[in-house]
């Protein structure tokens, strides 16, 4: 599963670009599935039918989702020596960009720079105060490689140190991995399972809010990487890098709904794999816009913890992604029904 991992990670897809990640999820899901289209917005919506069952029961329609897109950044100015000033694409972080690099789509690449001037040693550097230096020596040049409106990501190739994975966009192409994983592990399916990769997530959850709608799921699941609370004067927070796969309780943009956060605890249990309950005080996932969806969606998620997210060294721990996918599985094998 690493090298798949590392393969999902290292691809291009800053929010609204995910064209790259998305041929390289439908070519690894494309024999497993039943069905797989791609809607208005881009959302990746692979139906695995349920195996028949004899009664004519109708299966239960159940949704997980990972986002396909990253943070990265948009050109917003050229300026005539050639630097490009840029937006956030997501929450970015100003000091995670310096030392760092950035690629676009067409595979130019750039390192961030910042102002000197009138910045005191105890100021933290702001995005405005930041370029991005794609080495052209003046504007006419560097619009020949870019323009106003291009995306770009961090670039930084997949890394392991321990039993620990390091990578830019580990949120959340580890999710979308967990789910490739699921697919081709389910050996029974008693449900119509819709695997669904996302878009635009960073920038409002835009991609679950159509896909959702589309698919009208009786039940949802989002898997998407979380905060930790385990490094040194960290914020506090219940989860552990290392610990298991994070069941939501609550974060900004949601209240898991009791059942499915149950039949999550539950399956954890029956397997007997670690799990952590998590309260995320930070940002919301696409469950948030899921659990909202028509007449309302009984939604939870399964969280991989991750260090450092938002950086490009976002570090996850091996055996919760493992974890996470036996969890996953054991769910969906089982006729979901709450
Ligand atoms: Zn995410
Ligand atoms: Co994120």
């Keep these: 599963m690493k090298e798949l991992i590392a393969r999902l990670v290292e691809a291009y897809g800053p929010s609204g670009n995910e064209e790259q990640v998305r041929a390289l999820i439908q070519d690894e899901i494309k024999a497993h599935v039943d069905e797989a289209r791609v809607d208005a917005l881009g959302n990746l919506v692979a139906l695995l039918k349920s195996d028949p069952d004899g009664q004519g029961k109708p299966p239960t329609r159940v949704m997980v989702a990972a986002h396909m897109d990253e943070i990265g950044i948009i050109v917003t100015h050229i300026d005539e020596k050639g630097f ?29 720079g910042m102002e000197k001037r009138e910045i005191l040693p105890t100021e933290k550097p702001k995005l405005d105060r930041m370029f991005l230096d794609i080495g052209t020596p003046d504007k006419e040049s560097a619009l020949k490689l870019v323009s106003v409106g291009d995306a770009a990501a961090f670039s930084r190739g997949f890394a392991q140190a321990g039993n620990r994975l390091l990578a830019k966009a580990m949120d959340d192409r580890i999710g979308c991995a967990i789910l490739i994983q699921v697919v081709k592990t389910l050996k029974k399916n008693p449900n119509d399972i819709y695997f669904v990769f996302t878009v635009q997530e960073e920038v409002g959850c835009r991609g679950a809010v159509t896909s959702t709608y589309g698919v009208q799921p009786d039940l949802a699941i989002a898997v998407d990487a979380t905060d930790t609370g385990d490094t040194p004067e960290s914020r506090p927070m219940n989860v552990t890098l290392g610990k298991g796969p994070a069941i939501k309780v609550k974060d900004a943009g949601m209240l898991a709904h009791p059942a499915v956060r149950r039949l999550l605890v539950e399956a954890a249990k029956g397997l007997g794999i670690p799990y952590q309950l998590e309260v995320l005080e930070g940002g919301p996932t696409d ?5 909202t969806s028509r007449e309302g969606v009984p939604s939870g998620v399964v969280s991989i913890p991750c260090r450092y997210v938002h950086s490009p060294s976002e570090m996850v721990d ?15 094998e089982d006729r979901v029904a709450i």
């Excluded at 972080?93 to 961030?112: E, I, K, Q, S, W």
């Excluded at 469950?287 to 659990?291: C, F, H, I, R, Y």
């Design 84 to 112: 490009l000033r840029f937006a956030p694409i997501g929450g970015l972080t100003p000091l995670t960009l310096l030392g760092n690099r950035a690629v676009f789509a067409n595979g130019v690449m750039g390192t961030f």
């Design 287 to 291: 469950a948030m816009v899921m659990q």
């Design 318 to 332: 091996y055996d919760d992604v493992t974890n996470a996918v036996k969890l996953l599985t054991k769910v969906l």
